[in-house]
Structure formats: structure tokens, C-alpha cells
């Protein structure tokens, strides 16, 4: 037996690269050991981890590489242009859509050398890191010193910041801290050329259209993020928890859409189905929780505002536990592995509408999902709140002798009713390869073109990321 | 390979399964970056072994020697009752059968083999009488300060005995090489020594020792009938008693926590306790505590990729520096001996040095 590839066979790459880059990074950071070229195989596409139980993985990378510092990135994908070798770039392996999945001619760049805190900026508030650092120890990091970025995603524990960069990610505190685009005020970035860009951090600046955003989402097809500045806060003085059941998924919306137009902002503001409030709180009501943290004085007005206008509009008080409960078990994904064991797939779509689409972009993306032959179970939240909308994530698992056609049938209904209501396909995941064929029509013909045209001018060889974000020039 | 019963299979696929949420304690993967060695990394390549997808084994089984065994992961898993030493372990023990270890650690089972410790030839130590007995570890016997100190703490405290050195060893480094069956017989010696001194309490300033007495033997047949205390929970005990009596002094301390101290035995306040007394004022580390970071350890320990366990005293070294404190303590006589850098002690040595009378 041996491991088996679905998406290309272990490949190979020239060996005058890797005698080259051995040059540039030192011999011992790389690698072509069986064991390292398995462990790069694959980040945490959840089809993909599904499979690799079985021993299949998407494919082999010919090399992996293990840079120390810009200045050796930049060497290296020099190399990679001269030789025409593909890139794929890895940092904590926890995307969910396969966009660090690297293709079998292909070398890996592992970033996570690149791990260090900075400096931080107790005056602006604003701390400095390497972009391989982990989000747990970036907070460690800043915890110890009195400060936080508010950034507490699922994937806290095995993500990294240059990810979190990279996907446009979210953590859990969003609605008062804001997501990853809010937090970044700077950052280094190795362009595909080898050439290094650095934007310097300001609060804001008007120079012409905003160099950041290339790469805030860039999936690591548009460059490399190697250091970036974020802004940090004092550690809350106070925290206020409250949660409240309504009768209806839409009732329970049109409260937080209230609460938040009075200009309360909430940390964390999180809307529960009834599927999923059974599986929380052990309740069959829609449960929403709110955590309001900050100075005293502010939370304790923010928390009787969102308290008056949940029950004023049919919210029953539930107290603090449910609250816990959560924070107790929101990084807890031991069951899925187990399910998976059984032969169920399980995975997570998250997707953003306006408020006025909301709760039929909800009904229509549940019923799409069970109405596929298969299913087990879906359910929903909503998570990550604007004044003008917000984030529906949906956990679906299901179980069929063609496992693929299960999953993939999934996604596109998911993905239709998404588009049908007036959604973006994707709200913090990214999109990787699983989710690149919904994007001519999440930007149209002429949006994917002008990525193309923007990937190109950067890109011009294709080193970087092939066959992630977009589809590749035809 | 089909080494696992089915409750184990379904164990470490959970592991190989899940999106490595306990991979940034790893002290391994930080001091590298290497995916690879990350836990969740690990328990694929095991699983795949179990299944036969491996073909490297020589490459595997480098993997296997190149954790830190400190149980970190263990302590940041999703799941309960999940340790992924207990899996490296048996990996470690193929690896053994197949004469595959790492060129260090082969080096100190062979010693151990004709000595009976990992380190050579070495004096037999014997002194005192009680029932408390302190048993000095091999990597005490190595460093006399630590072993000078505890003596001069034991003198102050009373009646109680001491033994070591020859041929007297937990056997740590045999189970951590993968040798069950020699670590067993050393195991069965270990109860022998300790049953012929008449011992109902055995302190230590090996955090290994502990473990493998008081969580390994068991696991093989071992019991020992006697009371194992850390060194730094002894010391804490005579303070509060008011049994020793130190000189207090005004600086700075950092506390390095050894990992099986915390990890496996959940004791980070009894050394503190120690340091207060002395009247330092603690600094601590942004990785300390029950957040630690492991030594590396010494060469062919547990760890036996000896450049890489010095990858590991490195980083950690860097930690702890950046606190800038005046005097670095631990309570291990390997983690003092792998973080020299920053000149660390025992506590044992500060509070013998700060004895007083009265």
C-alpha cells in the first residue's frame, strides 16, 4: 500500500532549483523527506481531511522549503521564477478551502520560522509580528503586556497572523474590534518577483488606491506577507454577559440589527438556530448571547441598551451560563474527526448578506442543504455583525457511498442559495480551489478579469499559489 | 506496523484528524516551524505507519526522536484522556527492536547496559538513615552544586537518607528509548532499592523520576508502596513549618518551569512558593507557568535528535531572557544544565545558600 494522490502525482522540479535554494536558506531548511512531504500535503480543506484518513491525500509537493527571513523568501521565489517552479505558500495549514494545498511539480514555502513578536507600541497602540506567528501566541504575546488585537478566531490555536492576512479572516470579537482589514495597519509583503514592498503603518492615508488591500485576501497568489502591524487594546476592565431566546431566527436578527443601530457594539454578538442552541445550551429555542467588554462605565450603558431592546422586543433573559457554555466550548472540533471516522463529511460554509436578505438567505441555505440525498444534519448561526448585515455560518454533515458527490452537491446548493439572496459566497474563509467556481459569479466576468489582470501584472510567470483564488489563464 | 488495537486507531486518527489545536505549545514546532513535528502532523505519520503507507521507515522513526515527550500537546488537547506520547512511545519501541536510534541515545542505552545508568561508571551513594529517603537522580549526580545544596537543605531538616549514583537509575532513559523491557527490569530494581532502605517517602529533584515511578511503573506491573515528593514541594513544606529559615534578598527571579513538573504533575505554585520566601519578586516569562515551554533537555535524552534539543534550549534560553530578571531559577537539574545560558540554578542552591540559623 501506499499513500494515494487525487490531484497530481508526487512531482518533480529541477534540480538546479533546489541546489539553489539550498544556497540561499542553508541545506537543513529543505526538504524531500517522505515524512515532510506528507505533512505539507494538505491544510484543513475538510473533504481533503476526510479523505487523508484513508491515506489519500491531494497530491505530494516535490520540496519543501523552510525560509528564515524576508530576505531569503525573496531569493527563493527568484529562483522559482528562473526555473519556473511553482510556489505554494504555507503558513499554520488551517484554511478550510484549500488554498495552501500545494500541486505535485510544486515546492511548499513553509513560513512558520517566522514567528516572532516585534515590538509593540504602548503610544499608538499598535504592535508588531512575524507574520508566521500563531494567533494563540501573538495574544500570549500581548496578553503578558496588557494588550490584545481582539482577533479570537476558531482557528486561534493553529492559524497564523500572515493567514489570517492572507484570507481576510475574522475572529469571534468582530463586531467590536473588527476584522482582520480593520486591524492591519501595515505590513511587509515579498511580491512574486522577489521584490519587496513595504507599507508603512498609518491610521490611514490617501495615496492613491490602498497598496494593503492587494494582499488583505491575497491567498498568497499575490505575494507574501512576511511582517505586519496591527492594532492593539488595553484588556478589557469589564465584561458584561447576557443572552436572550426568541421564537425565530428573524426575530432574533431584527433585535441585534436594532441593538447595533443604536451604536452599541457588542464583541461578540452571536445568533444560535434551534439546532444549534440544542447542541449549545440544550435548548430548542433560538439562543442569542452578547458580551460587551471594555471600559466599566461604557459596558455597563452598552449592556442595559442591548438588554432593553431584546426584551422590549420579545427577548427572555437566560443569564450569563449560556455565555460560558460558549466560551467553554467554542474552540471544541473533537466531534467532527469523530464523525468523520464513521464516514460522515462534515464541514462549514460561511457567507454575508445585508440584513434585509438575512433570514431568507438563512431558510433558503438550510433547506438547499437538507434537501440534498445524504444529509444528516445543518444548522446555523449568525456571527460577525454590521449596522447593515451580517456572517450566516453553516455546519452540515452527511453521509452517501459517493462521499464526493455528497459534498460537492452540498456546496453548490449552499452556494446557489447564497447567490440567489443576494449573498457573498464567502464571508472569512477564503476561497482557496474548492471555492474558485462561484467567483465569476460572486465578481462577474469582468471582476475575475480584473484579478487576473492584477495577478498577472504581479505574477508574470504564475509562480505564486497556481490554481487558488481564480481560476488559472486559460 | 498494526501495532494498535482499535480503541488506539481510533484515537490517534482523532488526532491525525483534527486542525492541530495544540500545536502552538508545541515546543518543538517553535523552535523549528516544522509542520511536521506539530502533534496532529505526528499522530498522520503514525496512523499512515499503522496502515502501511509508510515507506521511509529510517525517516519515520527520526520523526518519532525528534518530539520533546514534554506533554504539552497533552495539555492543550481538545480531547480528554488523549496523550500522543503513549503512541510516539510505542513507536519508539519498534524503533528499538530494530536497532534504529538516534546515535546518542543508542550511545546511553549502551552505557546503561554495562553500568547501569545512562552516563558510565560512577560512585555509589549511600548516607544517612529514616524513613525519607532522597534519591539522587542521575542528572543530580551530574551536577554536584544542586546535589551540594540539597544536601545542606536535608542536614537542616533532620533524619533522612540518601542514594544514587552506581547503578541506581528510574530508568527514564531506557523508556524514553524505547526499551520496555529493559526499562522494566529497572523498574522492578528501582522497587527493590527503595523496598530494602525501609522508605515511606522518596523526594527527588528529578521531575522524570517522579513520572516514571508514580505513572510508568504502574503501567507495567511496578507499585512502589512509598510517598514521591518534588523537591520543591519539600522545600516549600520545611518553610511553612518553619523547619529551615532563609535570609531573604531583594532581586529580581524568573521561574523555568520544567514541563513534566507542570505538564504531568500540575506544580507551578510550590516552587513559587519557594522564590517568595526567599523574598525575590517574580517575573515571569510570556510562556510560563502552565504555558512553559520545555528545556529540549541534554543530548539523547528526551528528545534524541541532539541538534535539535539544542534548537530548543536555545529558543527557551531566549524566552526567558527577555525578561531582563536578575536571577533565573528552576527546579530540574537537566532544564539547569540545558538552559546555562542564562545562567540558571536550582532553588534548591538559592534557599542552601541563603540557610540561616535562627
Known amino acids: 500500500m501506499e499513500i494515494e494522490t487525487f490531484r497530481s502525482k508526487r512531482g518533480k522540479v529541477p534540480s538546479g532549483f533546489i541546489r539553489e535554494v539550498k544556497d540561499i536558506v542553508g541545506g537543513e531548511n529543505v526538504s524531500q523527506e517522505e515524512t515532510d512531504l506528507i505533512s505539507y500535503s494538505l491544510d484543513y480543506w475538510m473533504y481533503g481531511i476526510f479523505l487523508s484518513q484513508y491515506g489519500k491525500l491531494p497530491s505530494l509537493p516535490a520540496v519543501v522549503i523552510a525560509p528564515g527571513d524576508s530576505r531569503e523568501i525573496q531569493g527563493v521565489l527568484r529562483c522559482a521564477n528562473k526555473h519556473r517552479v511553482g510556489i505554494t505558500p504555507f503558513g499554520g495549514g488551517s484554511g478550510v478551502l484549500g488554498g495552501a494545498i500545494p500541486g505535485g511539480d510544486e515546492a511548499v514555502l513553509n513560513l512558520q520560522r517566522l514567528n516572532e513578536f516585534i515590538s509593540l507600541d504602548e503610544i499608538s497602540c499598535v504592535a ?8 494563540a501566541n501573538l495574544e500570549r504575546e500581548l496578553n503578558h503586556r496588557g494588550y490584545s488585537t481582539g482577533s479570537i478566531p476558531q482557528s486561534f490555536y493553529c492559524s497564523t497572523l500572515g493567514g489570517w492576512i492572507s484570507t481576510r479572516a475574522v475572529g469571534q470579537f468582530s463586531t467590536k474590534y473588527g476584522k482582520i482589514e480593520d486591524m492591519v495597519l501595515g505590513m511587509e509583503v515579498v511580491l ?91 435548548v430548542k429555542e433560538v439562543t442569542v448571547i452578547f458580551i460587551s467588554e471594555g471600559e466599566p462605565d461604557f459596558m455597563e450603558l452598552e449592556g442595559a441598551v442591548v438588554s432593553r431592546i431584546a426584551r422590549e422586543n420579545g427577548g427572555q433573559p437566560r443569564g450569563e451560563s449560556p455565555v460560558d457554555r460558549w466560551l467553554e466550548k467554542r474552540f471544541d472540533i473533537g466531534l467532527g474527526p469523530v464523525a468523520m471516522q464513521q464516514g460522515v463529511v462534515v464541514d462549514t460554509i460561511e457567507v454575508v448578506s ?69 449573498g457573498s459566497i464567502s464571508h472569512h474563509h477564503g476561497i482557496g480551489f474548492w471555492r474558485k467556481e462561484f467567483m465569476r459569479r460572486e465578481l462577474g466576468a469582468e471582476g475575475v478579469e480584473l484579478l487576473r489582470k492584477i495577478k498577472v501584472a504581479l505574477d508574470k510567470n504564475g509562480i505564486l499559489n497556481r490554481g487558488k483564488l481564480i481560476e488559472d489563464a486559460e | 506496523m498494526k501495532m494498535l488495537n482499535k480503541g488506539e486507531v481510533e484515537q490517534i486518527t482523532s488526532c491525525a484528524l483534527c486542525a492541530n489545536m495544540c500545536k502552538h505549545g508545541c515546543p518543538v514546532y517553535l523552535a523549528t516551524g516544522s509542520e511536521t513535528l506539530t502533534p496532529q502532523k505526528i499522530a498522520r505519520l503514525i496512523l499512515y505507519r499503522e496502515k502501511g503507507f509508510i515507506r521511509d521507515e529510517a525517516g519515520f522513526f527520526k520523526v518519532m526522536f525528534q518530539d520533546a515527550m514534554c506533554g504539552a500537546c497533552r495539555v492543550n488537547c481538545i480531547y480528554n484522556n488523549f496523550d500522543l506520547r503513549d503512541f510516539i512511545h510505542k513507536e519508539r519501541s519498534e524503533a528499538f527492536k ?6 546518542e541515545t543508542g550511545r546511553r542505552v549502551e552505557n546503561f547496559a554495562r553500568f547501569g545508568n545512562p552516563d558510565g561508571e560512577r560512585q555509589l551513594i549511600q548516607k544517612g538513615n529514616g524513613e525519607t529517603g532522597y534519591l539522587v537522580s542521575c542528572s543530580t549526580y551530574r551536577d554536584a552544586a544542586i546535589l551540594g545544596a540539597v544536601e545542606k537543605v536535608l542536614a537542616a531538616r533532620g533524619e533522612c537518607q540518601e ?15 524505547g526499551d520496555t523491557e529493559g526499562f522494566k527490569k529497572v523498574a522492578e530494581k528501582m522497587k527493590g532499592e527503595i523496598e530494602q532502605r525501609g522508605l515511606k517517602k522518596v523526594v527527588t529533584s528529578c521531575p ?14 511496578v507499585r512502589l508502596d512509598v510517598e514521591l515528593i518534588h523537591i ?14 532563609v535570609n531573604r534578598m531583594k532581586a529580581t527571579a524568573t521561574f523555568h518551569d520544567p514541563c513534566l513538573l507542570v505538564n504531568d504533575m500540575g506544580i507551578t505554585a510550590a516552587p513559587r512558593e519557594v522564590i517568595e520566601a526567599l523574598g525575590l519578586e517574580i517575573k515571569e516569562a510570556v510562556y510560563g507557568g502552565k504555558n512553559a515551554h520545555c528545556c529540549g533537555g541534554l543530548p539523547g535524552g528526551k528528545i534524541g535528535d541532539s541538534k535539535l534539543s539544542g534548537r530548543v534550549n536555545a529558543m527557551r534560553a531566549g524566552e526567558l531572557k527577555e525578561t531582563g530578571a536578575e536571577v533565573y531559577l528552576s527546579a530540574c ?17 538559592l534557599v542552601a545558600e541563603r540557610i540561616s540559623d535562627g
Not at chain 1, 128 to 135: L, Q, R
Not at chain 1, 193 to 202: A, E, F, M, S, W
Not at chain 2, 163 to 177: E, K, M, R, V
Request: charged content about 20%; aromatic content about 10%.
Open chain 2, 163 to 177: 542514594f544514587g549514583g552506581g547503578d541506581i537509575c528510574c530508568g527514564a532513559p531506557l523508556y524514553y528509548a
Open chain 2, 232 to 245: 520543591s514541594g519539600f522545600i516549600a513544606a520545611l518553610l511553612k513549618q518553619g523547619k529551615i529559615k
Open chain 2, 208 to 221: 522524570a523520576c517522579i513520572k516514571m515511578m508514580t505513572e510508568i511503573y504502574p503501567r507495567l506491573g
Open chain 2, 333 to 349: 537539574p537537566t532544564c539547569k544544565a540545558a538552559l546555562a545560558a542564562v545562567g540558571m540554578k536550582d532553588i534548591a542552591e
Open chain 1, 354 to 422: 445585508l440584513f434585509k436578505d438575512s433570514a431568507n438567505l438563512y431558510r433558503d441555505m438550510v433547506s438547499s442543504v437538507k434537501a440534498v440525498d445524504g444529509t444528516i444534519m445543518v444548522s446555523g448561526h449568525f456571527s460577525h455583525f454590521y449596522r447593515e448585515g451580517a456572517c450566516l455560518y453553516l455546519t452540515f454533515a452527511g453521509a452517501s457511498p459517493d462521499s464526493f458527490r455528497y459534498y460537492k452537491d452540498s456546496w453548490t446548493a449552499a452556494m446557489e442559495a447564497t447567490l440567489r439572496n443576494n
Open chain 1, 128 to 135: 508588531e509580528f512575524e507574520a508566521g506567528i500563531i494567533g
Open chain 1, 192 to 282: 512574486p518577483d522577489g521584490n519587496l514592498v513595504d507599507i508603512k503603518p498609518v491610521p490611514r492615508r490617501s495615496t492613491g488606491p490602498s497598496l494593503k488591500d492587494l494582499f488583505l485576501g491575497g491567498e498568497g497568489a499575490l505575494g507574501i506577507v512576511t511582517r505586519a502591524v496591527v492594532s492593539v487594546h488595553p484588556l478589557p476592565q469589564k465584561v458584561v454577559k447576557q443572552s436572550f431566546v426568541f421564537p425565530s431566527v428573524a426575530e432574533a436578527l431584527e433585535v441585534v440589527r436594532k441593538i447595533l443601530r443604536g451604536d452599541a457594539r457588542p464583541a461578540v454578538v452571536r445568533v444560535f438556530d434551534e439546532t444549534e442552541s440544542e447542541r449549545y445550551f440544550g
Open chain 2, 98 to 103: 530494530k536497532a534504529l536510534l538516534p546515535q
